[in-house]
């Protein structure tokens, strides 16, 4: 089993910044193994994609409606990943969740890893 605890949510005005974390351990979980990836849900719409990373930190993906705003990174000898977002507008409020899949491309933007934390809420304000 995986488990994947995110933090670093909250609340923050447009234009600010924040960082997500997720933590990720298990019995026999080798972080190094997994790509990681992070994925929202607003109110009333479906869960999409954000980014995700290749298990060596390279290659990274992001949805367009981030790109250049977020960046997904990770350290394997702390089996965290982490969200860096900046400008943030009101349209990013939404449940930011942590994902894992083994395999170097387990995480794709149509295709989520098999393990999901419980999620962070993020909530900017105009």
């Known amino acids: 089993q995986v488990q994947l605890v995110e933090s670093g949510g909250g609340l923050v005005q447009a234009g600010g910044s924040l960082r997500l974390s997720c933590a990720a351990s298990?019995?026999?979980?080798?972080?190094?193994?997994?790509?990681m990836g992070w994925f929202r849900q607003a109110p009333g719409k479906e869960r999409e994609f954000v980014a995700a990373v290749a298990w060596t930190g390279s290659p990274t993906y992001y949805a367009d409606s981030v790109k250049g705003r977020f960046t997904i990174s990770r350290d394997n000898a702390k089996n965290t990943v982490y969200l860096q977002m900046s400008g943030l507008r009101p349209g990013d409020t939404a449940v930011y969740y942590c994902?894992?899949?083994?395999?170097?491309?387990?995480?794709?933007?149509?295709?989520?890893?098999?393990?999901w934390g419980q999620g962070t809420q993020v909530t900017v304000s105009s």
């Open positions: 994902n894992a899949g083994k395999g170097s491309f387990g995480v794709l933007p149509t295709s989520p890893g098999d393990y």
């Open positions: 298990g019995r026999t979980f080798s972080f190094s193994l997994y790509a």
